[in-house]
């Protein structure tokens, strides 16, 4: 598991769209009550807990166009039950907000299951505020011929 | 006086000297409790008999008897490598005999040492009779737990998750610094099986292993040498010592030497019932040698093994340290399904049972969400199940948690079990939801009737089904009351379906392995 002082932008794949998303500062989780980060062990995904109970779910895609594919198939496979469409939070959203949220922002899918509690859109913007914009890629040094 | 005589029957070598006699009439008398007489005499022979020709000084030291002093002192003498190292003088009491010990220490309180010491009695200046014993420190400073590829046994590593550590036969399962406690100077047990089970390759205690049910495990053990006992010796080598074990029996050379190795094999298989669960036994380890009155045990260790009886080796259809058996899970599942038959079907349909009714886990009647699961694109499952176990994510679960709980259980037992997916949007027969008291075909309320998937498990491609998630009605009508609950244990597929979904078309899709981690 990686360590909460890491910044998840700092481990994940480099992109040339600046629009996206680094992901969400790892630091700043345990501030908004996430407990027990856990990454998928292939993926960069990770899974926490609220203190109220909530899930919190955040996957962060290589590009918006993988994001939006991701966001159609998690639509599906996270809940068993059909979701309704949801509030127009984000780029694409799903689930009421009250017990159940899955937005799109950019490249970033966040959900929160608040299965014992009606707080699901709230913690989803919590989560949203710490996304990080990624930062541009330094140049790479330019090769110039000798004498 | 007729006792001197009995002590010099059945004593060993002796130096004739000459003395008091005493007729073969006595002897008569003694022996066969008759009045017979022969009218002949026979001398009484000083004389020292140890009780023990190997003894341990940590486990009492020496011991002998002195006999036939009748009318002179006697000086016994030990005498060991570097001369003399203990004396004691008996003056005749009246009885002729005496019983004596010394500790293996010197006048100093120190430790005389090991090996061959030979007791002398001499009276009036003459040695009167001569009698040897070896002092040994003979312990097991480690214990290997093996397999013989399945001829007999087969092993099945367990892991720890939390450690990212994995058994191996190339690692002990118990091992002692020292086979004595310096302190108190007592020799050492193998520590008893660890309560922690994140010991992985730490040797704080006795680990837990696992076998195939029907092994006979093999159990390697190594032999302490000069530098695992404060003796800085053991004097093995001045003896013929051999292990045994009560229900073990040596393979091979079962000679103790230092630092040499041994191995027992267990005579019955784990489980003579042919079942699953775990088996626990406390080995008697015994250091013995062949005495003058037959085999006589010098000491003995002792070595707590808990055992997990599994199936087979892991199932799982990924390889790698995760894709074993997880020490923590087999901890908690098999002293569930003890004793369910080892057959697949049979584990299978425990697992079931365990996770429906002993995991405290209840259906998300809110969303359907999983708590410890993702799916890749293609519905391939990933489990979070460290976190299961330590219930991070909470107890509401949805289909694809059971599913995975219920592959991941089966496959570390060594019944295979694939996850597999039933789809969608249709509306449900009668359930009863895990964790939930009620059967009803609307989980998650009146406007939440149905599924938009369900997950389920299979060893042939939905041929069969096993399910933790729900029990059906299995009555004539699934549909509606009353109900009969009908566990989801190895239910034919087609009948799985119609029993599940109401007046709708779903179909299975998505069969995969799925990850752990």
């Known amino acids: 598991m990686m360590t909460r002082c890491v910044v998840l932008w700092a481990l994940l794949s480099a992109s040339a769209q600046a629009q996206e998303w680094s992901g969400v500062s790892l630091e700043s989780l345990p501030e908004i009550g996430v407990e027990h980060l856990t990454k998928h062990i292939d993926r960069d995904l990770w899974r926490g807990a609220l203190a109220d109970g909530a899930l919190v779910r955040i996957e962060v895609l290589p590009s918006v166009e ?3 594919r991701a966001f159609s198939f998690q639509s599906r496979a996270l809940t068993s039950r059909v979701v309704e469409p949801g509030p127009k939070v984000a780029d694409q959203a799903v689930g009421g907000g009250e017990d159940y949220l899955l937005i799109r922002d950019k490249n970033v899918l966040l959900s929160v299951n608040d299965a014992k509690g009606r707080n699901a859109a709230v913690h989803v913007e919590r989560l949203r505020s710490l996304l990080v914009i990624r930062a541009a890629a330094p140049e790479a040094p330019v090769l110039a011929p000798s004498g | 006086m007729w006792l001197w005589l009995l002590g010099c029957q059945t004593m060993g070598t002796l130096v004739p000297s000459s003395g008091p ?38 486990r009492g030291g020496m011991s002998w008897t002195v006999s036939g002093l009748t009318d002179a002192e006697g000086l016994l003498s ?5 001369g003399t190292v203990y004396s004691q003088t008996y003056t005749p009491d009246g009885t002729g005999t005496v019983d004596g010990s010394w500790d293996g220490r010197l006048a100093d309180g120190e430790w005389a040492g090991l090996g061959l010491f030979t007791l002398r009695l001499t009276v009036n200046g003459q040695v009167a009779s001569e009698a040897s014993a070896s002092m040994v420190r003979a312990g097991l400073t480690a214990a290997y737990a093996e397999d013989d590829d399945g001829l007999t046994s087969r092993r099945v590593d367990l892991y720890w998750w939390e450690d990212g550590a994995r058994q191996s036969e ?50 390697t053990l190594e032999v302490g040498g000069p530098e695992d ?4 010796a053991t004097g093995l080598d001045a003896t013929t010592l051999r292990l045994e074990a009560d229900g073990w029996t040596v393979q091979g050379d079962a000679l103790l030497t230092e630092n040499g190795l041994v191995t027992l094999m267990r005579d019955a298989p784990l489980s003579l019932e042919g079942t699953v669960g775990v088996t626990e036994e406390l080995v008697t380890l015994s250091f013995v040698y062949d005495g003058k009155k037959g085999p006589e045990v010098v000491g003995t260790q002792t070595l707590p093994l808990t055992m997990y009886r599994v199936l087979g080796a892991p199932t799982f259809g990924h390889s790698g340290e995760r894709y074993t ?46 708590a410890y699961s993702d799916y890749d694109w293609g519905w391939d499952p990933h489990v979070y199940f460290s976190d299961f176990l330590q219930r991070r994510f909470g107890t509401t679960i949805n289909c694809t948690d059971a599913g995975n709980l219920v592959t991941t259980y089966a496959n570390m037992m060594g019944a295979e079990l694939r996850h597999l997916i039933i789809l969608e949007n249709f509306a449900l027969d009668e ?18 009737c149905g599924f938009s998937y369900h997950a389920v498990t299979t060893d042939d491609g939905g041929g069969t089904i096993w399910d933790a998630t729900l029990v059906l009605d299995g009555d004539d009508d699934p549909g509606s009351a009353p109900h009969e609950v009908m566990m989801v244990q190895a239910i034919d597929g087609e009948e799985y379906l119609n029993r599940l979904v109401r007046d709708d078309f779903a179909y299975y899709d998505y069969e995969n392995e799925g990850t752990i981690q």
Not at chain 2, 340 to 354: C, F, L, P, R, S
Request: glycine share 8%; charged share 20%.
């Open chain 1, 66 to 68: 993988e994001a939006k």
């Open chain 2, 21 to 58: 006699s005493v007729s073969d009439e006595t002897q008569s008398q003694t022996t066969n409790g008759s009045a017979t007489t022969t009218g002949t005499t026979a001398p009484i022979v000083p004389m020292v008999q140890v009780l023990a020709e190997v003894v341990d000084p940590l």
């Open chain 2, 78 to 82: 030990i005498d060991g490598a570097d």
């Open chain 2, 170 to 219: 190339g690692y002990p399962i118990s091992g002692l610094e020292q086979i004595e406690d310096a302190e108190t100077q007592t020799p050492l047990p193998f520590a008893p099986v660890s309560d922690e089970l994140r010991v992985a390759q730490n040797i704080q205690g006795t680990q837990r292993i696992a076998y195939t049910f029907d092994s006979r495990p093999l159990l």
């Open chain 2, 229 to 232: 006992t404060f003796f800085g």
């Open chain 2, 325 to 370: 058996a997880w020490a923590e899970a087999l901890n908690e599942l098999l002293p569930f399904i003890e004793g369910t038959v080892a057959e697949h079907d049979a584990v299978a349909n425990a697992v079931v049972d365990y996770v429906y009714y002993e995991t405290g886990l209840e259906y998300d009647t809110r969303r359907g969400a999983s």
């Open chain 2, 431 to 448: 359930i009863k939801a895990i964790g939930i008291d009620d059967y009803t075909s609307c989980p998650f309320g009146p406007g939440g």
